[in-house]
């Protein structure tokens, strides 16, 4: 049951990233997918709008700034915030940047699980190596799996990530056992209800 639930959010998850529309400069797209105790989160941003260029590092300093984005990115507590009361930790996150092939970083957190091989094959069927081809564009694509002993209070999710994104505004596609809703959230407003009544 549980295996079933999870694998639904899983591809409803992944529906609603390619759904999510045109590489837009200003607008990353943040999909979470909530079942059970598990939350499922895809997010991507316009290289331009993390790192302010969208080619191949080409000196030092922009190294450096593909790096930083990597490490921030990378950490999932660096993304979002759940209210504490859920009891959410982090079981997964991988980052990967359309700029370099060599910038993947993946962290799994050794939660024993029946799911690892499902999700190890739904992340190899989901190579983003073919973004470098988008007409120059590039994106900022991370995951994160989070699990909640307390899902039931799950009321809000902040997105600390938004104080460090410029002025970007995040297309929030929110699916839950309840539903499914759409909001977008911009610095200062950086919090999501997970209301869906
Ligand atoms: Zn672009």
Sequence with gaps: MRRLAIAMALSTSVGLAQAAGPHVHGQGNLDLAMAGG???????????????????????????????????????????????AAACKVTRESVHSGLSDSETEEHDHGEESPDHDADHDHDHDHDHDHDHDHGGHADFEARYRWHCDHPEKLEWIDVPLLEFLNGVTLKVQLVTDQGARADSLKAPRTRLSMDLR
Excluded at 47 to 65: N, T, Y
């Design 38 to 84: 598990t939350l499922l989160v895809e997010l991507s941003l316009p290289a331009a709008d993390v790192v302010g260029f969208e080619h191949a590092p080409r000196d030092d300093d922009q190294k450096a700034l593909v790096k930083d984005a990597l490490a921030r990115l990378g950490k999932g507590t660096n993304v979002l915030e759940p209210a504490p």
